[in-house]
């Protein structure tokens, strides 16, 4: 079984106003959502069950439920105050039940595809940046597993906001999250940072992705700049 969460509680402040009223995902790139790009994936996929963890504005999402079938809403009940770590805590228990992908839910996947392809390892989706990124990068060893998940890189992978985790690193990730929970600093932290604590214990590799298949949009000049890139593929073709 594969199972998804799409963290989508978030307050997007860096889109204002845009996101005054409308919570992030639910924000269209062309005629869609950009949360439901990353579904069409999804189900492109299989996914048997995809679960979206609402907390801003959360109630703009139970179209969803309507619409897809296999969506599920679960709420956020401290995104108000604790990082993205209190979507993943919200719903650790899917964790527990198969191989899961955790996506963000603000991001353009322009190619549903992208999700279908053969995944033999729980692995983060990246994207090769030359040079120097002050973003979330990954560095990994000879064999290429990942030995960190961190800001800041040379000449490496970035994050673009999607990993598939296998059934036993789900589960190790679901059981650190709960522990780590209400501990001393959890609510600055991301999932990510529970990731690089316990990659002693977990396998992961980084599955590759080009350039502009994939984009997070965080604000409101990127939104317009991906709008107006299919305003200009659609009158091209």
């Not at 589960?171 to 501990?183: F, P, R």
């Not at 994939?214 to 604000?219: A, G, H, K, L, Q």
Request: net charge negative; proline share 3%; aromatic share 10%.
């Amino acid at each position: 079984m594969e199972n998804a969460i799409l963290m989508a509680s978030g307050l997007g402040t860096r889109m204002l106003p845009l996101t005054k009223t409308t919570p992030k995902p639910l924000l269209k790139v062309g005629e869609i959502p950009m949360i439901e790009t990353v579904i069409a994936g999804l189900i492109k996929r299989g996914v048997e069950n995809i679960y979206v963890v609402a907390g801003y504005l959360g109630e703009q999402f139970e179209y969803l439920k309507d619409k897809y079938p296999n969506i599920s809403i679960i709420k956020n009940p401290d995104y108000l105050t604790i990082n993205n770590i209190s979507s993943i805590y919200a719903a650790r228990n899917i964790l527990r039940q198969g191989d899961c992908f955790i996506c963000e839910a603000d991001l353009f996947v322009s190619e549903p595809e992208l999700f279908c392809e053969n995944l033999e390892n729980s692995c983060y989706f990246g994207k090769m940046v030359s040079g120097h990124s002050d973003d979330w990068v990954f560095d990994l060893d000879n064999e290429g597993f990942i030995t960190r998940v961190g800001k800041v890189g040379e000449d490496c992978y970035n994050m673009v906001g999607i990993a598939f985790l296998k059934k036993q690193d789900a589960e190790i990730i679901a059981d650190a999250i709960e522990k780590t929970y209400c501990t001393a600093g959890y609510e600055n932290l991301f999932w990510d940072d529970v990731v690089d604590r316990n990659l002693d214990k977990l396998r992961f590799k980084v599955h590759p992705v080009e350039q502009g298949k994939i984009i997070e949009i965080d604000t409101v000049e990127e939104l317009t700049t991906v709008r107006n890139s299919i305003k200009e593929t659609i009158y091209e073709s």
